[in-house]
Nanobody
Framework: QVQLRESGGGLVQAGGSLRLSCVFSGRAFSTYTMGWFRQAPGKNREFVSGISARRGTPYYSDSVKGRFAISRDNAKNTVTLQMNNLKPEDTAVYYC?????????????????WGQGTQVTVSS
């Protein structure tokens, strides 16, 4: 079965950067759509970014477009979220998730496997 593990969260000042990584344990990583979601206290889990299987087409929410960049390395079974120009409203627990190859990338319900999350805190 697929297992996911996130790392790279931490505390940064507004305007700073963090790089989140997700390691995929399982078979056929290149056939999975991968996504990043986040959840702040008292709020629903929301889509941040995703990347399609195989060809690696990226997708971003409007709130992070131009600041975040997603990538995947199919040889290393990893997906990365580079977060630049961080804002206090980016503060949340960030989750890595995996879905099938034809998943609707922005829909959390499409994802079958989830990591445990990593905390990102941005101070003003």
């Amino acid at each position: 079965q697929v297992q996911l593990r996130e790392s790279g969260g931490g505390l940064v000042q507004a305007g700073g950067s963090l790089r989140l990584s997700c390691v995929f344990s399982g078979r056929a990583f290149s056939t999975y759509t991968m996504g990043w979601f986040r959840q702040a206290p008292g709020k629903n889990r929301e889509f941040v970014s995703g990347i399609s299987a195989r060809r690696g087409t990226p997708y971003y929410s409007d709130s992070v477009k131009g600041r975040f960049a997603i990538s995947r390395d199919n040889a290393k079974n990893t997906v990365t979220l580079q977060m630049n120009n961080l804002k206090p409203e980016d503060t949340a627990v960030y989750y890595c998730a995996a879905a099938g190859p034809v998943a609707v990338v922005v829909d959390a319900a499409e994802y079958d496997s989830w990591g445990q999350g990593t905390q990102v805190t941005v101070s003003s």
